[in-house]
């Protein structure tokens, strides 16, 4: 799949300086003895990192007095699937290789593999592994691929982006005591996704250094990729990381101040970035008081299931539901749209669409299209379902509503008259003062920060709620707060006021112990 500049899909080059840090986070570096230093590159597009690489084995050469061409083909591995890349890899190399030894070879083709580096059968191990893996979503994997890594790799699991199996897989052909550094999303660190590789490099590798540079950008073009260096060794654990977190939009590599922290040896492995301890008998979590959090309706076909009112043409009314969307909380402001979910479901089962005729007409000239789903292929019988089950009964419950990305400074609360669209987390409550008084405490600093740390953020800094954030956060016990506390936070939260949310907060957070702008307990 071709992006607008021509690139494949995952296809993100590495400009020069986020190379050279990553070669020197290897010890790949041309004052080293590299003559028997093997190498891996398991993505190596155009070339970027094989021409630093290469570059480096010669300066090598010169200054340690060993054959550049042999080494050059005994120890260097470059990986490339996409046949144009691939080529371009290639001629690469042999032009670079002329240029430095003034011989025409095709070293290439001893030292370039063009082949899905997740299947090939590798025949030696390597002391260092470099690259840039591919930024694939795990929808955009090739469906075909997908049962083979999952079958392969531990940590392909849930919704996996292709970066985690080119972790293990890499992983697994390290050298003992061999170093891994790539460049990549942060979001592994974050996301669900990427807990069974958090715990497969907590347990059996030592984490040396991690260095997120999110706001950044070390490519070559501007991409939204969130990146992140991270260096791994195959190794006994050590007690510390290197850690820095950079928040400018360029970097000067020669002079990061990473500082330790704690290497946490549990396999729950939350955090990598800021391990802190947050169990205080005046914090709880959001669903031990009794509030429940979901994520709106996935329908696998919107343009078929949400219509806005004027496009129904004439579906029963007991088949349709007002529909919020994020896109209906926008600047600070709650707008419905008017979008209506059709609803296939009648008493937590799909209907008989000859109870509605209008319906079953709709549905049925739409039908080739409804077939093409995954879920409909699976379930043919099925073909008008969407892909996750709608309970009408929601739509009434009081609902504090969460847009997964969104650059809104104040949350709202759904009354009772919208059903959740997938974009948008939710948490119920059968007292709308109790919804009112957590989304005061969730618009604090206090809590802003908490998520700074364990969740995951847009570019600009702005934190995502997302279920799995939102489970971990740590709050006031509500029903502990004194009434004239409860009282000033619904009021805060009437008046749109986060200064006066953030006085009572903090005030608590003193109170009990708690440091409340970073999260910290005494």
């Given at each position: 799949m071709?992006r ?7 296809e993100?080059?590495t400009?020069?300086n986020a190379?050279?840090f ?13 003559k028997s ?10 070339g970027a990192?094989?021409?630093e690489i290469i570059n480096?084995l ?5 200054l340690?007095n ?11 591995t470059?990986?490339e ?7 371009k890899?290639?001629s690469?190399?042999?032009e670079?290789?002329f ?17 899905n ?7 030696m ?6 690259g840039?893996?591919?930024?694939i ?8 691929d ?5 079958h ?10 292709l ?7 890499s992983l ?14 942060n ?9 069974p ?7 059996k ?16 073009e501007a991409?939204?990729?969130y ?7 195959n190794?006994k ?9 950079d ?7 020669s ?13 729950s492995?939350q955090?990598?970035?800021?391990h802190y301890?947050?169990?205080?008998i005046?914090?709880?979590g ?5 509030f ?9 076909a919107?343009?078929i299931f ?10 029963e ?10 896109s209906?909380?926008?600047n600070n402001t709650?707008t419905?749209?008017?979008n209506y ?5 009648d008493n937590?089962?799909?209907c008989?669409?000859?109870l509605?005729?209008?319906?079953q ?12 789903r995954?879920?409909?292929?699976k379930?043919?019988s099925?073909?008008?379902?969407t892909?996750d089950?709608?309970?009408?009964e929601?739509?009434a419950?009081p ?13 709202f609360?759904?009354?009772?008259n ?10 119920t ?17 206090f ?6 740390q364990?969740g ?8 995502r ?7 971990q ?6 029903n502990?707060l ?10 805060a939260?009437?008046n749109?006021n ?5 006085q009572i907060?903090d ?13 910290l307990?005494?």
């Amino acid at each position: 799949m071709k992006r607008g500049n021509g690139r494949n899909q995952g296809e993100v080059f590495t400009d020069k300086n986020a190379i050279q840090f990553i070669l020197d986070e290897v010890n790949y570096a041309p004052d080293v003895d590299l003559k028997s230093i093997s190498i891996l590159e398991p993505a190596s597009g155009k070339g970027a990192f094989a021409i630093e690489i290469i570059n480096r084995l010669f300066q090598s050469s010169l200054l340690h007095n060993f054959s550049f061409l042999d080494s050059l083909i005994c120890n260097l591995t470059f990986v490339e699937l996409d046949k144009h890349s691939f080529a371009k890899l290639c001629s690469s190399i042999d032009e670079l290789v002329f240029n430095l030894t003034s011989k025409k070879t095709t070293v290439s083709s001893k030292i370039c593999l063009n082949t899905n580096f997740l299947t090939h059968q590798f025949n030696m191990k390597y002391d260092c592994i470099v690259g840039n893996p591919p930024y694939i979503r795990h929808e955009l994997i090739p469906k075909f691929d997908k049962p083979i890594y999952q079958h392969k790799f531990s940590t392909f699991k849930y919704r996996a982006d292709l970066y985690i199996p080119f972790y293990e897989n890499s992983l697994c052909l390290l050298k003992p005591n061999g170093l891994l550094s790539f460049i990549c999303s942060n979001r592994w660190l974050y996301n669900q996704y990427g807990k069974p590789l958090r715990e497969k490099i907590s347990t059996k590798y030592n984490l040396k250094k991690i260095l997120n540079i999110e706001k950044s950008s070390p490519f070559d073009e501007a991409v939204t990729a969130y990146p992140c260096i991270t260096t791994i060794q195959n190794s006994k654990q050590c007690q510390t990381v290197l850690f820095y977190e950079d928040n400018s939009k360029t970097i000067n590599f020669s002079t990061i101040p990473f500082i330790e922290v704690d290497n946490p040896k549990t396999n729950s492995w939350q955090n990598l970035f800021l391990h802190y301890n947050i169990n205080n008998i005046a914090l709880i979590g959001i669903e031990e008081q009794g509030f429940e959090i979901g994520i709106g309706v996935a329908t696998g076909a919107d343009s078929i299931f949400v219509k806005q009112g004027k496009e129904l043409n004439g579906i029963e009314r007991s088949r349709i539901l007002p529909l919020v969307k994020s896109s209906d909380l926008k600047n600070n402001t709650f707008t419905w749209n008017d979008n209506y979910l059709i609803n296939p479901y009648d008493n937590d089962e799909l209907c008989d669409l000859k109870l509605y005729p209008h319906l079953q007409t709709y549905f049925n000239d739409n039908k080739d299209t409804l077939l093409k789903r995954h879920t409909a292929k699976k379930t043919p019988s099925k073909w008008y379902k969407t892909i996750d089950k709608i309970k009408p009964e929601l739509l009434a419950k009081p609902k504090l509503l969460l847009p997964d990305l969104t650059g809104n400074k104040f949350l709202f609360i759904d009354e009772g008259n919208f059903y959740p669209h997938h974009n948008i987390y939710y948490i119920t409550s059968e007292n709308i003062s109790s919804l009112k008084t957590l989304a005061s405490i969730l618009m604090s600093n206090f809590i802003k920060n908490q998520m700074s740390q364990i969740g995951i953020r847009m570019n600009g800094g702005l934190p995502r709620f997302q279920s799995q954030v939102l489970k971990q956060l740590k709050i006031p016990n509500i029903n502990k707060l004194k009434l004239s506390d409860r009282t000033k936070l619904i009021q805060a939260y009437d008046n749109q006021n986060l200064d006066n949310t953030n006085q009572i907060i903090d005030k608590y957070c003193t109170q009990h112990g708690v440091l409340g702008k970073l999260g910290l307990t005494n």
